[in-house]
């Protein structure tokens, strides 16, 4: 064995630049916190099917792991603290602490150099990268210890898998990231630039077993989606961060810097509230934030909520003593889930007096798909007594595979449909009021449920709809009789003008 002493965070690096699917000499650069580490005449950068790969003596002199190479073998070993990374050349599994991961594009030998591809290893041994397609540069940088634009909640030791907190849904929506969690979690967050993003380190956690019905993972272990309809974020980014010690790290990935603030509060959310531009300069600051209910000014209006198993036991009874007169509980999602609390909150609103209703949050992504979709959610009505006071709802808000405007209208008409032959019933859309400009005039004949978190702008007019049924103007409610945070929901009308509409 030849001990090269120093390797380390640089190889499997999953990034998609535009290249060709054979080995390829590149003059990009590389830059390790502004210093420029770039190979020289001889030993160049690679690049295999869009991925970089790097000679690993270009990083010989730069870090300080443990490195070593068996030839015989074809095998690297690296050693950091307690993560221990195995890669072998042409081999497209690496090892991380013994447990097997696929990789983008395997190690390879070209000319005597053996290269190893860079973003898993950095990523696995705490680094970030990142490229830019204008400088052709690699960027390399070491996370800072808790300083500039950063919140940093209290660390805690590794745990087994089984005791990790189980990241079930991350969703990116009315400009803010929620993540779902199962439990308490304590994350950090950190911005970068070139390009900016803000990196949120969840540690202690793992990906939880309804994770992969809203969302999925490429061959080496990473998922992401679009954000098509915000005027800052494009792209949210998602990985298990390392195994040892746990943590899922999420990446958003900014078109620009943009102030933002924490929101966790311990009510199994993780929310990074993107800030609106003002007029005056945004701190640097990083604060969290205990949310205050919002006062709606409507005189007169329902008040409601809507709830999933989320928010815990909840005490109807308080709920409707604190003058919440209706209730959307999640019933499903996808083609088999069903919220496991969803019975439970539906006979406690019944008891409570409170107008209940259903709603489905949709993935479909074909017109099949959706029907299959509607087909779980008229199920989970039987089995909660069949009709409900209040129509079925289609929660529709998210675009994770980039539909266009006339595919989203094809998968939510098949779902409208398919859900008004089950049940009998005309249902109501939810949305977010961006999202809402997708929808083409021919969803008019639906009542709009439409999110806009705000205390004193309502929603605006959109191609489909020019008013709304009912308002969600708020993520961070709080409720006597519900544990944390809850959204708040006001409907267009009196209650009494509620229940006339429905016959009741």
Known sequence: MKKIGLFAFLFLFLLAFPGESHAASSNSHIQLDGKDISAGKGAQIQQVQGNVLVPLRLIVEELGYSV??????????????????SLQVNNPIASVNGQPIGLAVAPL??????????????????????????????????????????????????????????????SFNNHQLTVTVDGKVSPKVTTLTQPDRIVVDIPDAKFGEEFPSSQTFNNGGQGSFSVTDDADASKVRYSMFSTSPASVRIVVDLDHSTP?????????????????????????????TVPVEPTISSNGHAQGIDVSHYNGNIDWQQVAAAGKTFAFIKATEGTKYQDNQFLANVQGARDANILVGAYHFLNATTMDGARQEAANFARALDSAGGRLDLPPVMDYENNPKGLTPAQISEVAHAFLDEMEKLTGREPIVYTGNVFASKFDPTFSMYK????????????????????????????????PGIRGQVDLDEYNGTIDELRASLGL
């Open 68 to 85: 070593n190479w068996e030839s015989k073998t074809g095998t690297v070993t690296i050693h950091k603290q307690n993560i221990n990374l």
């Open 109 to 170: 030998l070209n000319g005597g150099t053996t290269y190893v591809p860079l973003r898993f290893v950095s990523e696995q041994t705490g680094m970030e990268v990142s490229w830019n397609n204008e400088l052709k540069t690699v960027f390399l940088t070491t996370p800072p210890a808790s300083s500039g634009n950063s919140v940093t909640t209290s660390a805690s030791s590794d745990t087994t898998a089984s005791e990790r907190t189980a990241i079930n849904q991350i």
């Open 260 to 288: 933002f603030h924490l929101i966790n509060t311990d009510d199994d959310k993780v929310v990074i509230a993107l800030d609106q531009a003002s007029e005056e300069p945004a701190s640097t600051e990083t604060v969290t």
């Open 448 to 479: 709009l449920w439409v999110a806009r978190y705000s205390t004193t702008q309502k929603p605006t007019a959109v191609p489909a709809w020019n008013s709304w049924w009912a308002w969600q103007y708020s993520s961070t409610g709080s409720v």
